[in-house]
């Protein structure tokens, strides 16, 4: 007689299976579809033609629902194409077992194990190029928590970028399981904000239509002059070159060397000594280079996330005269509502209202430049124009 147990997995595996198959065959179809159009692609570059390319265009601006766009419809293709709560994202294996759950996901894992699906070659993956789509953001400096914060507020919305850095190493690498990771791509080559030869070449493949610069000094990565002067030039010079719109995060009282914010900020010694010069430098160096830009100078830097009220909290400002702190969350949110804005040119600060303070004692309560709103966008489309710079 057979065991009752054998008997229950058996029942259990003849139920799961058509799950398994089903979800297997998704991701099988996917492979072999990305596997074939990568090999041709390979196949056409070494027959000296260029291998298949995709116009970008400029950024998207933000909607308010998150919807499939023209141009990544005819990017990513119907086949490819699935929905998510309203977001529609290129299916990866680990989308399936995810979604799969219990006995189902069983089933899967045994259909990979056995499978022989056709895998794409780190050679080919290298050779073809990255698959990114149309209108994709750039981020510089991502192994940081600013730049990856600005990664993660992209993709809650939706929105692609490819994260860049120094040492080649994905800041995501250990967060796969973010429900919106697929928005994230990260470049695998090494790419430093002081090798103006480096970025180039990325930017010639990734076709950027806007660049957001997250880069600062290091212990490991480059003094301040380095990073934050001539590493800012080498980047606005590339953002021109390729036609992107160009966000700068710098730092609040770059133009207050009396204030002590400055001066204590300025004698950190060692690769930071000298980094409230080296960024207004670097602020100069994009002012001429480029005319659609906006530099964004953050103030303290604090620890954890947004409070509960959100945008309300935060306050725009112009004229370097006051100033406070925010979390890098905040300061990402605003980075991406003046990359979506119309606004080019200007320089703001930015920092929580309940923090606010003066630089220099002798400076007044008020500018008259502050800029509130319910939203983020809101602090750039309320109150006025803003000062061209």
Request: positive net charge; aromatic residues 6%.
């Amino acid at each position: 007689m057979v065991p009752s147990w054998i008997m229950l997995m058996m029942f259990t595996v003849l139920l799961a299976l058509p799950m398994g198959i089903t979800a297997f065959q998704q991701v099988s179809q996917h492979s072999v579809a990305k596997n074939n159009a990568n090999t041709a692609a390979v196949a056409t570059k070494k027959a000296g033609g260029l291998a298949p390319t995709v116009s970008t265009g400029r950024a998207l601006q933000q909607v308010p629902q998150l919807r499939v766009t023209k141009e990544e419809h005819e990017y990513y293709g119907e086949a490819h194409l699935h929905g998510r709560t309203g977001i529609n994202v290129p299916i990866h294996r680990r989308d399936v077992l995810f979604q799969t759950t219990g006995v189902a996901s069983w089933a899967v894992w045994t259909a990979l194990a056995f499978s022989q699906v056709p895998a794409v070659s780190a050679a080919q993956a290298q050779e073809v190029g990255l698959h990114v789509p149309p209108g994709v953001v750039v981020i510089l400096g991502a192994n940081g928590k600013t730049g990856s914060e600005v990664a993660e507020a992209l993709a809650k919305q939706g929105r692609a970028s490819v994260t860049l850095t120094r040492t080649g190493r994905d800041p995501f690498l250990t967060r796969q399981k973010l429900p919106y990771i697929n928005f994230i791509t990260h470049y695998p080559e090494p790419v430093s904000v002081t090798d103006l030869g480096a970025m180039k070449e990325a930017m010639d493949k990734l076709k950027p239509s806007a660049i957001v610069f997250c880069a600062s000094a290091s212990s490991n990565g480059g003094n301040t002059f380095a990073v934050d002067d001539q590493g800012v030039g080498n980047a606005a010079q590339v953002a021109k070159d390729a036609n992107a719109r160009f966000i700068l995060v710098s730092a609040l009282a770059v133009d207050r060397p009396n204030s002590k914010s400055f001066q204590m900020t300025n004698t950190l010694g060692g690769n930071f000594d000298g980094i409230m010069d080296a960024k207004f430098r670097g602020e100069e160096r994009v002012r001429k280079t480029l005319k659609d830009y906006v530099i964004v100078r953050p103030g303290v830097l604090m620890g954890g996330k947004t409070t509960k009220l959100g945008a309300t909290g935060v306050e725009l400002n112009q004229g370097d005269y006051l100033g406070g702190g925010l979390s890098r969350d905040e300061l990402a949110e605003v980075v991406v509502a003046a990359l979506d804005s119309n606004i080019r040119g200007v320089t703001v600060e930015a920092y929580r209202k309940a923090t606010r303070t003066k630089l220099q004692p002798d400076f007044p309560d008020t500018s008259g430049n502050e800029r509130t709103g319910a939203t983020y966008t809101e602090l750039f489309t309320i109150g006025g124009p803003l000062k061209l710079d």
